[in-house]
């Protein structure tokens, strides 16, 4: 079944947020062999170019690999996968925070829901 992107960012940055969702779940550990552009080109119904740009992201910041005629693989680098995670959770919280802003919501009554949430 094709993904569903959104509108709001460009296809090639949501399949690159999704190859590195994979990676700090740990669906694709440390080392692993990811799929191959094709594969995710069909997979997600878009054109192999537009996979093709979301790896050389991911080969940018470091997380993937390309070992040549054998594909891409997961970095081993932890300090890597450790920053990008941060990254990550540094973009949510600052999406949350002016959601949360939009709404009058108090820093400190953000805080009491995110426990609330999270128990």
């Known amino acids: 079944m094709a993904w569903k992107f959104s509108s709001d960012k460009p296809v090639y940055l949501q399949i690159a947020d999704r190859i590195v969702k994979k990676v700090l ?3 694709y550990s440390a080392g692993e062999q990811i799929p191959t552009v094709r594969q995710i080109a069909l997979e997600a119904a878009v054109n192999p170019n537009t996979v ?39 973009q949510l919280v600052r999406e949350f925070a002016k959601n949360m802003e939009q709404l ?15 128990e």
Not at 56 to 71: D, F, P, R, V
Not at 105 to 116: D, H, L, P
């Open 25 to 27: 779940s740990g669906e």
């Open 52 to 90: 093709q740009h979301a790896f050389s992201e991911l080969e940018n910041e470091g997380l993937i690999i390309s070992k040549g005629t054998l594909g891409r693989f997961v970095t081993d680098d932890t300090e890597i996968v450790t920053a990008c995670r941060r990254r990550m959770a540094e």
């Open 104 to 118: 009058s919501i108090t820093k400190e009554q953000a805080v009491t829901m995110i426990e609330e949430v999270m």
